[in-house]
């Protein structure tokens, strides 16, 4: 197969751990007998500082006509200074997930074995914790008028059933494929969007009678996901919450260098990036920990591409790269992050 896909290393760390996760993307072509056609392109402080716009019509025209986006990371002190739609993440990232319609955010949570004792939790409170957290990326209070007045500032918090219809769809797809259950959040106890969103999912679930819903209020999640993680398996949730819950979650995987992300649409198109940001502070010093890149451009060939065989040989290494203690200074290994590429493409 051809692998066309668009690729956009950013700004800090990106471009390393993007190298890396390209020598992978190589590594694994010449396994498997496929063809990489990589359309390198600009973002957010890259894109400013070369093009004087942080997102490019050449770079949007290529993830349009691919579908498929590999992208490390946007933004830095750099471009601090800089306002609303000028700057680096508000001018890129959310454009092009509202224009690229990917309104589903999907982020696994599965400690490696080999890390498991890296999280701040006791290793009975985290064995065996296996689940996805399913957010809504388009919609919501960060989509919603926003500004200010005589009397001070609004946000306004808006969803629409479809919105929220389609979400819960992708959840309870999800959920049949895994462990069958859905945890929806929301606070709807005090918000008319989250009395709305409950509706919508309770009625969804009635197409899916195999699978066990629950309904937490977004405040004893917080709590729950620490105390109770091995119950979940798949968390549905708009997008503000998702947005804090992911993070919460990320606690439980030991570090943020190894957790990939997913924002997809219907169909095939997907934009795939670690959920770490730009790092600026190691930047350009070799230390970034590739993991979570490589580990997003896998779950670029499975979802974007139908190619399990060849994610799950990245995956596979990946692992085995953790146990063998073949890692960056984070993790608590020696090697730098072209090391970690290299060692994982040569174990594929
Ligand atoms: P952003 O606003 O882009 O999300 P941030 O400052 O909020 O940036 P990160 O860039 O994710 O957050 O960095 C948070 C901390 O984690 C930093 O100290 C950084 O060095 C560290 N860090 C992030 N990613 C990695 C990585 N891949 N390898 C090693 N350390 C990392
Ligand atoms: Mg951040």
Redesign the pocket.
């Known amino acids: 197969m051809n692998i066309n896909f668009t690729y956009i290393p950013g700004?800090?760390?990106g471009p390393e751990?993007g190298d890396a996760a390209m020598t992978v993307l190589e590594a694994m072509t010449a396994k498997f007998g496929h063809s990489l056609e990589a359309e390198f392109h600009l973002v957010g402080g890259a894109a400013i500082d070369a093009k004087g716009e942080p997102l490019p019509a050449e770079t949007f025209d290529s993830c349009k006509r691919t579908g498929a986006i590999l992208l490390g990371?946007?933004?830095?002190p750099k471009w601090d200074h800089l306002k609303g739609a000028d700057r680096p993440?508000l001018g890129s990232l959310l454009p092009l997930r509202k224009n690229l319609n990917l309104y589903a955010n999907i982020r696994p949570c599965k400690p490696f074995p080999a890390l498991i004792d890296k999280a701040p939790l006791k290793r009975e409170r985290l064995e065996g914790t296996d689940f996805v957290v399913m957010r809504e990326l388009t919609g919501g209070i960060y989509f919603g008028d926003k500004g200010r007045d005589e009397s001070g500032a609004f946000d306004v918090c808006r969803y629409s059933e479809s919105e929220v219809r389609r979400i819960a769809v992708k959840a309870f797809d999800l959920a049949m494929t895994r462990k069958k259950k859905v945890t929806s959040v929301d606070k709807s106890n005090v918000l008319e969007t989250s009395r709305l969103w409950r509706e919508v999912v309770i009625e969804v679930a009635k197409d899916y009678p195999e699978v066990e819903v629950e309904h937490l209020l977004v405040d004893a999640m917080t709590m729950h996901m620490l105390t109770y993680a091995q119950d979940y398996d798949v968390i549905l949730t708009e997008n503000m919450f998702g947005d804090i819950l992911t993070d919460e979650a990320s606690v439980l995987c030991g570090?943020?260098?190894?957790i990939p992300s997913a924002s997809v649409s219907d169909g095939k198109t997907g934009m795939y990036e670690?959920?770490?940001?730009?790092?600026?502070?190691?930047a350009g010093q070799g230390?970034?920990?590739?993991?979570?890149?490589i580990l997003s451009a896998a779950w670029m060939l499975r979802l974007s591409f139908g190619l399990d065989k060849e994610a799950a040989a990245i995956e596979c290494a990946v692992e085995a790269a953790l146990e063998a203690r073949q890692t960056?200074?984070?993790l608590g290994g020696k090697l730098n992050?072209s090391d970690v590429g290299d060692w994982i493409a040569r174990n594929v």
Request: aromatic share 0%.
């Open positions: 700004d800090g760390i751990v990371a946007v933004g830095g993440e570090s943020m260098g190894v670690p959920i770490h940001g730009s790092a600026p502070d190691i230390k970034a920990n590739p993991l979570a890149m960056t200074g984070d992050t």
